[in-house]
């Protein structure tokens, strides 16, 4: 079973900057990882798939980047609506699992 | 408006079973592969399983905690999306979201793109005594 850690559990940074989160498999999971936003109270929301893919209506502020073991979330520009927990989701068609990180959370 | 609405938590005691609906509007059921992904209280997310359209079999996969205990269906005549629970313990309390599975197309191949593009505002189930 592949394990989802996300670095760092709490992050904070002030408006206008960048923040960087990281995912990492425990295995080579290629670019099959996803990445969402989800604020307290609301359901997630896709940010990126593919590994680096902007799902639709999804600011270019959000970028995703790496492959294999090693991922990150870059959000710039950043504003006070980014506060939210991120998490990182792998896909594995067989056997089927889709397996979540357990989250960053964003404070601005 | 592309929209999917969870509905049929609540409170139940351990042992008991509970079934859950979710309403899709807004775009084709028929084609949508569908899950359900639940969050426990102040936890992260957990996938539960997922069933392929009627067109692609309609089969079900569940992840391996669900143990025979869970059973996702679907009505395409009624767009809605269903997770019969029986065997209820305190550790499946949780929001209970329906989610649809992101699919790209390339004339007229369909793939599977990993994620969850869709989801629902969830329901929350509480298994309690």
């Known amino acids: 079973e592949i394990v989802m850690t996300q670095s760092p559990a709490t992050l904070s940074v002030s408006p206008g900057e960048s923040a960087t989160l990281s995912c990492r498999p425990s295995?080579?999971?290629?670019?099959?990882l996803a990445w969402y936003q989800q604020k307290p109270g609301q359901a997630p929301r896709l940010l990126i798939y593919g590994a680096s893919t902007r799902a639709t209506d999804i600011p270019a502020r959000f970028s995703g980047s790496g492959s294999g073991t090693e991922f990150t979330l870059t959000i710039s520009s950043l504003q006070s609506e980014d506060c939210a927990l991120y998490y990182c989701q792998h896909y594995n068609n067989w056997p089927l699992m889709y397996t979540f990180g357990q989250g960053t959370k964003l404070e601005i | 408006e592309v929209q999917l609405v969870e509905s049929g938590g609540g409170l139940v005691q351990p042992g008991g079973s509970l079934r859950l609906s979710c309403a899709a509007s807004g775009f084709t059921f028929n084609d949508a592969w569908m899950n359900w992904v639940r969050q426990a209280p102040g936890k992260g997310l957990e996938w539960v399983g997922r069933?392929?359209?009627?067109?692609?079999?309609?089969?079900?996969e569940y992840a391996e905690f669900v143990k025979d205990r869970f059973s996702i269906s679907r009505d395409d005549s009624k767009s809605t999306l269903f997770l019969q629970m029986k065997s209820l313990k305190s550790d499946d309390t949780a929001v209970y979201y329906c989610?649809?599975?992101?699919?790209?197309?390339?004339?007229?191949?369909?793939?599977?793109?990993?994620?969850?593009?869709?989801w629902g505002q969830g329901t929350m189930v509480t298994v309690s005594s």
């Open positions: 069933v392929r359209s009627t067109s692609d079999g309609g089969a079900a």
């Open positions: 295995q080579n999971v290629n670019t099959k």
């Open positions: 989610t649809r599975d992101l699919m790209f197309c390339d004339g007229d191949k369909c793939y599977l793109g990993g994620a969850f593009d869709i």
